[in-house]
């Protein structure tokens, strides 16, 4: 254990215009969200550039695990995917827009041994790689941001500044993967002189943030250009492999930010449970502030009320969301005198006002009433097309969060704990399993099946063990749900089609515990229907996934096991299922075994009877 402290006219075409004049045309009326937050279409190529014949629109797209770079595309649209041939090696895609920040999220599917791409501003690339199984990764691998690049160096040091993924949170090919990725442009003065470098704020990988703040001195390499620009096209890589894409979603953030100016307060020493009539209330003390904070001298420890005034200047008409946090009691904003947030016992608060450009006089208060809260006070804001920033001091101190108990896995690992599946139900009785190999999962105690699975770090106890705790952990790495809603894993059936059994009531159900192996790791026992059960879950080979391998004691023939819940399961092989909108596979051990898929309540189940020994893995 470890503890550590679209707008689809092509932007090149305009030459005649100044591309501020031209956003600033865009954000008037119905044109607002263009450039702010664009779910791009898909339903042709009209979003990008003029594109190369290795791109295409379809309507659904799939990978065999045994074919390197092959995907099988039909007709129809909403995916965009890219399909070069070796004998015409393909060429990337260039969006018909120019970014500078911007947040940029998508789902994406690799083939197997595929490579590709997603170059900011033409310049940074974020790689795209199959390194399913991979349990170091490198910056060349999914997720990485890729090296800078010198010819001039000697070999095995002409790659450097490169930036591996925390860990590696990647699916298989074939399936559907999710990235968020937060992006910084560079800055630039008046003259043209760079004075800051872009950043890559945040990548996010199937749910897991594998790059934080990342400060990147340069284009990487191949980039289109070693320049850098305020702006420019966003370029997906498509000479290497195939790919395909849904749901890319751009967000540009390309507003002035507002700027708070004329910052005064007054402090007033005493309980205000209630907001005063400023008119008749004397100041302990008044000054002025460059910068909105709770750092004054002249502030005592508790009991006290700050009443800031200052000058909100806005570029840009807008929705603009403020978020306060005032450290320790209520707080309340105002906004030309109209109320904003109000003076009410929460902490963190967040409410919207429109405004338009110019000068806003503003009021915020903050009383403080809890004495062992430290001073501070927070204010952000954010509009549509504009990312969330700080009007307040950032250079002070601010609450310490609790120093996270990390669980690795440099061994087989147990550890019992409760278990929240995503907000919809808590598993008491868990047992998670961590492997040197980074596939972990949970098991239900309760209804005799793992019910989730993931790669990447071990656990979280932070919830359990800090102070008094909750009992929970939390899974590190990316998380596959196999089992969201209670159920036990072997139910009695008068038929294939009669409904499974929701609870353990008359099945008889008695859990045994588990025996572990001489290598650490756990097999599972219970006794359901007078049936023994053993159910034993290992890694596959190369990291792919688990292996489940179930074996029961002269079953009766009306029990069935249930492998699979999903709104969609289909058969792609003998054998082979793809699981829910292609986010896992199941592979019977029997490519023959009698397996049924069911429709129960509007969701899919994959079930079959239960038989002396099953075995199948589960391949994410």
């Not at 190999?437 to 359990?464: A, C, H, I, S």
């Not at 003998?574 to 829910?580: D, T």
């Amino acid at each position: 254990m470890l503890r550590w402290n679209m707008f689809r006219p092509k932007l090149k075409q305009l030459r005649a215009y100044d591309r501020r004049t031209l956003v600033l045309i865009l954000s008037i009326g119905s044109c607002q969200q263009i450039f702010a937050q664009n779910k791009l279409p898909l339903t042709d190529l009209s979003a990008f550039q003029q594109a190369s014949p290795n791109w295409r629109i379809a309507g659904g797209v799939a990978a065999d695990l045994q074919q390197n770079n092959v995907l099988q595309t039909t007709s129809g649209t909403g995916i965009l995917v890219n399909l070069p041939d070796k004998k015409a090696p393909g060429k990337d895609l260039f969006s018909a827009f120019q970014h500078g920040d911007l947040d940029l999220e998508f789902d994406y599917l690799m083939s197997k041994a595929s490579n590709s791409g997603i170059y900011l501003q033409g310049r940074y690339e974020v790689q795209l790689l199959d390194s399913w199984g991979v349990t170091a990764p490198k910056a060349s691998d999914n997720g990485g941001i890729y090296e800078r690049w010198d010819d001039s160096k000697p070999e095995g040091q002409k790659g450097y500044d490169g930036h591996a993924p925390r860990q590696n949170a990647s699916k298989a090919p074939g399936l559907w993967q999710h990235m968020k990725i937060s992006f910084q442009a560079p800055r630039f003065d008046a003259s043209g002189k760079k004075i800051s470098n872009a950043v890559i704020l945040r990548i996010e990988l199937n749910g897991v943030t594998i790059q934080d703040h990342v400060e990147l001195a340069g284009p990487t390499r191949g980039a289109i250009g070693n320049d850098e620009v305020p702006q420019g096209p966003l370029r997906i890589q498509g000479d290497h492999g195939t790919v395909a894409f849904r749901n890319i979603v751009v967000t540009n953030f390309d507003a002035p930010q507002p700027q708070l100016q004329d910052v005064k307060y007054s402090i007033y020493n005493g309980r205000f449970d209630n907001q005063p009539n400023f008119a008749t209330l004397k100041p302990n003390a008044t000054g002025t502030q460059k910068l909105l904070s709770a750092n004054m001298a002249e502030l005592p420890g508790n009991d006290f009320l700050v009443r800031y005034t200052a000058t909100l200047n806005v570029a840009k008409a807008g929705d603009y969301t403020f978020s306060l946090r005032t450290n320790g009691g209520p707080g309340a904003l105002k906004i030309d005198n109209q109320e904003v947030l109000s003076y009410r016992n929460r902490w963190d608060k967040q409410g919207s006002i429109t405004l338009q450009p110019g000068a806003h006089n503003v009021e915020i208060l903050y009383y403080k009433n809890t004495d062992w809260a430290k001073k501070e006070i927070g204010l952000t804001v954010k509009e549509a097309s504009l990312r969330e920033f700080s009007l307040a001091d950032t250079n002070v101190p601010t609450d310490e969060e609790a120093d996270p108990i990390l669980v690795m896995a440099p061994e087989n690992t147990i550890l019992r704990s409760f278990m929240d599946i995503r907000g919809q139900r808590r598993v008491v009785h868990a047992v998670s399993v961590g492997s040197p190999t980074k596939v972990n999962y949970t098991y239900d105690m309760d209804n005799g099946l793992p019910f989730q699975v993931w790669r990447g770090e071990f656990l979280n106890t932070t919830p359990m063990w800090h102070e008094r705790g909750d009992g929970s952990s939390r899974p590190l790495g990316a998380v596959q749900i196999l089992a969201a809603q209670p159920g036990m894993a072997i139910a009695k059936l008068s038929d294939k089609d009669a409904a499974w059994t929701a609870d353990t009531a008359g099945t008889g159900y008695r859990p045994n515990g588990y025996s572990i192996d001489a290598a650490g790791k756990p097999t599972f026992s219970y006794t359901i229907y007078g049936t023994s059960v053993n159910d034993d879950i290992s890694v596959l080979p190369e990291n792919q996934g688990i292996y489940r391998s179930i074996t029961a004691q002269s079953p009766a023939g009306d029990l069935y096991l249930r492998i699979a819940v999903a709104d969609k399961i289909e058969r792609v092989a003998p054998g082979l299922f793809i699981v829910g909108d292609k986010s896992y596979y199941v592979k019977m051990d029997d490519a023959k075994a009698n397996t049924i898929i069911r429709n129960q309540n509007g969701r899919a189940e994959l079930i079959m009877p239960l038989q002396a020994k099953i075995g199948y893995a589960v391949i994410f």
